[in-house]
Each structure stands twice: as C-alpha cells, then as structure tokens.
C-alpha cells in the first residue's frame, strides 16, 4: 500500500543533493538517475567518496536480520542490492554474522526473540549458539578465546562490506549515467536560497558564492545536517571509533573469511581487507563535540554538536578509553594480536535522532527542500535502497507507514523505545588522547 500524493518534482527538474557523495545522498542520486531524472547534481565538501562521510570507511557490517516491519522490509531490499546489483555486487562479503551477548543479559533475552521470529519467518540461515562451545565451532578463529558464557544469533546472509570501494562505486557509476557535480567551496553548503515571500526552496549558497538554482533541494548532509540547517534538536551527531591491526600476509590468509562478530559489550571486528588490515570498534554510546554553530536560517549561534572530521583534522586520534576498549575486545578474542601497534586510528561521524528513524521528509518549513538524513546506524547497511525511499518520497509513493515514521517530529522524543538507548554519550572535552593539534 503506498500514499499517492503529487509528486515534489519533474523527470526534467533542477535537483541539487547536499551530501550527494556520501551514503544517502549518493544512494538518492543514483535512484534518481535509474529512474530518469535527467538534472541532478551532487554539491559536496569532498569528491565521491566524500571524507566527511561515515561510510567512507574501511568496511562495514552488513546483514538481513531485521525480521518483520519498515526495517525489516528495507533489510530484505537492501540484502538483495548487496548480492545482485551490479554496482554494490563485488563489495559484499556473505561470510556469516555472529550477534553475541555476555551471559543471560537482555540483551541475549532480545537476541533469542529475534532468533525465533527469523525462524518462524522460515529463515533457514539463522542458528541459535548457546554458549561459547556452540560459538567456536561457527568462528574457529575464536578458539582461544574465553567467551565460555556467551551466546547469540548466528545469521547466514550477513558479513562485511567494503564501504569505501561500494561508495567509490557509486560515484563511478553516477559519472557513467551523466551526473553533474561540484565540489570543494563551490559545493559547500553555506545557506538556502528562499523565494522573495520565504516560503519556497530556489536553490543553494556555496562557500565560494555560488548559486546554484534548483527546484528541488535534497539534504542530505549526514552528521553535518544539524550544523547545516537548524533541525530543531531532532539529530544530534556523535563519533563512535575505529582502529586498525596491519597483519602479515601469513596472518591475514590465517583469519580470511571469518564471520563477522558483533558484542554489544565489547565491540565487533570482522574479515581484514585484502591488504591484511584488521579493524576493530567498541560499542558504547558515541562521543558528542558541543561547540557553537549558527545553522540554517538561525542568525545567532547555538551551542550544538559539531562533527571534527578525520579529513579536516588527520592528527585526531581516539580517545585513550577507546582505546583501551579495545584492546580489551583483541584480549577476549583475539589474545595473540594482543600488544600489536593499533593504526589509522579515527573518530567516525553520523547523527542520531533520539528514536532511531529517519529524518526524510518535505521540510514543512519551505515546500522544495527534501530532508534526508538522521542515520541513526541504519544507512550503510541500507546503501542499495536509502537512496530508493528518498525518490518514493519525490514521487509521492513512498509507503505511508514509512512516511509517518520518517516524519518531521522535533520534540517526539523516543516514545516507542526505539532509540539507540544506554547513557548519555560523553563529550570529547571530557575525555583526553584523542586530540593532537
């Protein structure tokens, strides 16, 4: 069932996408192309990959595990551009996922939940492992490792991808279907461009001058949306961390093709990329970077988070907790990677809103501008489809489950649970060895 409402814009009309080389808005541009829009132009900081995105990444986890409703459904969608579509094709990774918790935990509690509703969906890829043992003989790799009381779901249609190289692939195929682009100060967002009455979208400001004219605008500005175009507390943008383990080549063919592990204690790691990088992230609840910021159309600055991206800043780092998490996490693995030098360490941006949907809706504010974004965890995953929902919003056919879910909402809060949950993310004023300037 969809909700057929007039669509937002013609086959033939000036489309610009703000963010158009990061995860949804170079989705968004590449749905747009397939279906025939024939004026479309990505305006970014950087070149496809773009540096400011999250997705410009070594690689990513990727799985159909949602089960039933909106993310279920997308999760389906998404699996099958992940292993069929040409353009994503070549950077997914099916090698099997481990969704692990310590002991009898809620969070197992959750796990074991999901586990029967895949099987009752008929799913014949999914296997319940009740303790370490059962663990070990799916992941020989942890064979060492002292995990005796955990358990968790083991999902067949699931791994890795390649994030960068998928999204590098996008770009490259957005190029071979005529996309037009500008980068650096001529793609920077500085402001909207209104009507004389205030009402209507026209276009965007770049940092250099630039005016670029449009009849539909898409946001799609990822962890800089809320620092872009005030979105009246419905994202907030926070960092989660990464760092790298170069193996030798004796050691990357040693843990080549392992499933991808995933503990919601102690963080996740899966297969090293072909030049044997072995990258590691904990789990915890992000890192905010409160500073002023004066968003779209405000004209006095407010106190907000505001993302320190890795490309702007090379010499940041993580913070020395991080850090030590994960060194904890190799400790409970992998114990004989312990002590090795942690690389290419880097703090990784997206936006979350507090229950954990998107943000994708007309901006009800100004009718031509299109907003895209609120990640939540949700979009690289999603890479194949994100940009599909986006044009069913254009074209008036985006499902009206979808639509209410991905709605304008500031104040909704997180009535339904949804939200990423935990503590409060700390800031990065508060915690130390991250910064080097």
């Not at 999914?126 to 060492?144: C, F, Q, Y």
């Not at 919601?264 to 992230?281: R, V």
Request: contains cysteine.
């Amino acid at each position: 069932m969809t909700d057929s409402t007039a669509p937002l814009a013609d086959k033939d009309a000036r489309i610009l996408v703000v963010g158009g080389a990061g995860t949804i808005g170079s989705s968004t541009a590449l749905h747009l192309l397939r279906r025939g829009y024939s004026n479309v132009r990505i305006l970014d900081v950087y070149p496809s990959p773009s540096g400011n995105s999250a997705g410009n990444d070594l690689n990513k986890i990727c799985g159909n595990d949602r089960g039933l409703g909106i993310w279920g459904d997308i999760s389906d969608e998404a699996w099958e551009g992940w292993t069929h579509d040409p353009v994503f094709q070549p950077y997914c990774h099916s090698v099997g996922k481990l969704d692990l918790a310590c002991g009898d935990t809620p969070r197992a509690a959750q796990l074991r939940r999901k586990y029967n509703l895949l099987q009752s969906l008929g799913r014949k890829d999914v296997e319940w492992l009740s303790d370490g043992d059962a663990i070990k003989r799916k992941a020989g790799h942890l064979a060492d490792a002292n995990i005796e009381t955990w358990n968790g779901l083991w999902c067949g249609e699931g791994g890795w991808v390649a994030a960068h190289d998928a999204l590098d692939s996008v770009g490259r195929e957005l190029a071979s279907l005529g996309i037009k682009t500008a980068f650096g100060p001529s793609g920077t967002f500085v402001s909207l461009l209104l009507s004389e009455d205030g009402k209507t979208c026209t276009g965007v400001k770049a940092a250099d001058g630039t005016e670029w004219p449009a009849d539909l605008v898409v946001f799609a500005a990822g962890a800089w949306s809320p620092v872009l175009l005030d979105l009246q507390g419905q994202c907030e943008s926070k960092a989660w961390i990464y760092a790298h383990i170069q193996l030798t080549p004796e050691e990357a063919e040693q843990l080549k093709g392992i499933p991808t592990m995933y503990n919601d204690e102690y963080g996740f790691f899966m297969e090293p990329s072909a030049t044997g990088l072995l990258k590691f992230c904990n789990e915890f609840a992000g890192y905010t970077h409160y500073t002023t910021a004066t968003p779209f159309p405000l004209t006095e600055p407010v106190r907000i988070s505001v993302p320190r991206s890795h490309a702007a800043h090379p010499t940041d780092t993580i913070p020395t907790e991080s850090l030590e998490d994960i060194k904890r996490l190799i400790a409970k693995t992998i114990s004989w990677l312990s002590g090795r030098p942690l690389i290419n360490q880097a703090l990784c941006w997206c936006t979350d809103t507090p229950d954990a949907q998107w943000l994708l809706c007309e901006d009800p504010r100004w009718k031509g501008l299109v907003l895209a974004t609120g990640d939540s965890g949700h979009s690289f995953k999603t890479l194949p489809v994100a940009g599909k929902q986006v044009v069913d919003l254009i074209e008036g056919v985006l499902a009206p489950e979808r639509k209410h879910a991905w709605r304008w909402r500031p104040g909704h809060g997180d009535p339904n649970g949804t939200g990423r949950g935990g503590p409060r993310p700390k800031d990065l004023a508060d915690v130390p060895g991250w910064k080097h300037d």
